[in-house]
């Protein structure tokens, strides 16, 4: 039973003999109402001050919960960020890697391509100088079978003194070539 500081104020009670003292009982009815309306508005401000509080609360929750979603948001970003970063990073390192393995590919084909130039040429140079030396020898032994054929001793002998000096002539270019 809700009463009101009004209700206490004008309450009535009987009269009868020997009863309560009426002065008394008026005082401390007022008193009484002084109190409870203390009370009631005292319990008005409380009212107000936990309804602004909650206000408040609510304001602050709702801060908490965009700073939770930023801070979320923020992680997201970060996260994705650094994931793109990483397969960029593998991308550009598989590329490099690969670059680097067909340059050394390359070089290593140049290489066997120059070897083997190098080796033909020396087998060239080793058959050109064979058979140069099969012709100046076959040259050689012609004069001297032209010499013999001669008969003649003294030309004979000019003729091979001029065939030795020929294969000396022949042998020092054939060592230029060399």
Partial sequence: MKISPIEIRQQEFTKKMRGYDPDE?????????????????????????????????????????????????????SAKSMEATKKQTSLMIREAELKASQIIEKARESTNDIRNAVVNLREEKDLIL??????????????ELKVERAGDEKTTGKKIEQSNKMDIDINDILNKIL
């Fill in 130 to 143: 064979a058979k140069l030396k099969a012709i100046v020898s076959s040259q050689a032994n012609l004069l």
């Fill in 25 to 77: 009982v008026q005082n401390f009815l007022e008193s009484l109402a002084e109190e409870l309306d203390k009370l009631n508005t005292e319990n008005e401000s409380l009212k107000s001050e936990v309804e602004s509080l909650t206000e408040q609360v609510n304001e602050f929750k709702k801060i908490e919960k965009n700073l939770q979603d930023t801070l979320l948001s923020a992680q997201e970003s």
